[in-house]
């Protein structure tokens, strides 16, 4: 029996899909196909930009295809809307591609992809007239599969993936990011950019000390952002601060995800998804090393609240004070936070058959009936 979770808020105590506290969003431990999970969300922005979502069972629309847990992180940008649809059809579009091909690869992961991205477009196309700004929405996507003894990470954007794995000769645990990331701050990022678009000088800008593609957004590849995809979406009457002075002839951003594959050992204890507001004040190993010392049940949110400390005294705030402060106004402080940490148990990485019921889980705060 599937037990699915829509953002609803707990009820009576009842902590099955996760509890609401302010601006925050927790389900403290739960259990998947190996093992078990935490998951947090805080709030900064006025709505809600990420989504989170964590899969484990079927992991395939046939009934003799692979199982596993799915786990999806999407840091919108522009709106929830691109997020929101992600949250709502990539998995669905996985599933389905995976019964086509009766397994889960990197073909099977990059044509869920686009599909998703090209039916977010298509959204975008048929809601131009009556709102164009849902044109410059748009989101990140880290995606991590663990099936059949792999992990599969998939990324759009700079959320990231962290593996913790125990050194077997100290028994440390350390760090190992399993993302590839697409943020104009990395020099990388910046020359792929510009051998794409040798002709474009201004393909990435320097503004404000941040690098730019095209002096407006900071990742190089997205689902949704549909006003640097296609020239048609970037005119009137986009807000006059999206659209380029030229008309473009390929599409500025990309929407292919960069995957890694690894097969999982003993030693592979946890993993950490995040968008990219956790990693603004985390680095990999403080993350894992917080993770390590500490019990599971929570360990997302305290992962969350060491980024929001660490958030508050840049600012010479309080901890304290900076949960008094409204989202919306929090955004000056820190993004939109979004953690997943799965733990492994290493004698069930190899089996291929479900020892608890299905799952389904999306974090966030419930939106608005008319957002």
């Known amino acids: 029996m599937v037990k699915p979770c829509w953002k609803q808020p707990s009820v009576d105590g009842d902590e099955s899909c996760g509890r609401i506290d302010g601006l925050m969003w927790y389900k403290d431990l739960g259990s998947h196909a190996y093992g078990v999970f935490s998951m947090a969300v805080i709030q900064a ?23 596993g847990t799915f786990v999806g992180v999407y840091d919108g940008h522009g709106g929830p809307e691109a997020s929101r649809f992600v949250n709502e059809n990539l998995f669905s579009n996985l599933k389905r591609e995976a019964s086509e091909n009766q397994c889960i690869s990197e073909r ?3 044509k869920a992809f686009l599909v998703t991205e090209e039916s977010f477009l298509s959204q975008v196309e048929e809601r131009w007239h009556k709102r ?10 880290l995606v991590g599969i663990i099936c059949n003894g792999m992990i599969y990470v998939a990324n759009v954007g700079d959320s990231r993936a962290v593996l913790g794995r125990e050194e077997r000769a100290t028994h440390e645990v350390r760090a190992i990011q399993l993302s590839a990331e697409h943020n104009a701050s990395i020099q990388s990022v910046r020359e792929e950019l510009q051998a794409l678009h040798p002709y474009d000088s201004q393909i990435v800008v320097l503004k404000h000390k941040v690098w730019r593609v095209k002096g407006l957004i900071q990742v190089s590849r997205s689902i949704g952002d549909a006003y640097l995809k296609r020239s048609e979406f970037n005119r009137e009457p986009l807000l006059p601060r999206f659209r380029l002075p030229e008309p473009f002839f390929k599409p500025i951003l990309g929407s292919e995800p960069s995957i890694t594959v690894e097969k999982l050992s003993r030693q592979d204890k946890f993993l950490i998804f995040a968008s990219d507001g956790l990693w603004e004040h985390l680095t ?9 010392s500490h019990p599971r049940n929570g360990i997302a949110r305290r992962l969350v609240k060491s980024a929001l400390e660490e958030a508050a005294k840049k600012r010479e705030l309080r901890y304290s004070d900076l949960k008094k402060i409204d989202q919306g106004v929090r955004r000056h402080f820190h993004d939109d936070i979004s953690v997943v940490v799965v733990f492994i148990d290493p004698h069930l990485i190899n089996e291929n058959f479900l020892r608890s019921s299905p799952v389904s889980i999306r974090g966030g705060i419930p939106a608005p009936a008319n957002s």
């Open 132 to 141: 164009p700004q849902i044109a410059s929405a748009g989101t990140c996507c």
């Open 284 to 292: 990999n190993q403080e993350a894992v090393d917080i993770v390590n």
């Open 45 to 67: 922005n006025a709505v809600l930009e990420d989504q989170s979502q964590l899969e484990s069972g079927p992991l395939s629309s046939s009934s003799s295809g692979s199982q």
């Open 108 to 110: 099977v992961i990059k």
